[in-house]
């Protein structure tokens, strides 16, 4: 059974699960958005 990452609560898969690339692919899509926020902050 999968848990939930502290934080930001991404999927986190069981050793045992199959791993679902559509997680990982909506996952990677929201890192992504927040680095280029991240990056177009002034510092």
Do not use: H
């Amino acid at each position: 059974m999968s848990t939930s990452a502290k934080n930001r609560g991404f999927v986190k898969p069981a050793q045992k699960d199959f791993y679902n690339v559509d997680d990982f692919n909506s996952e990677a899509d929201i890192i992504d958005c927040q680095l280029i926020v991240k990056s177009d902050r002034p510092d």
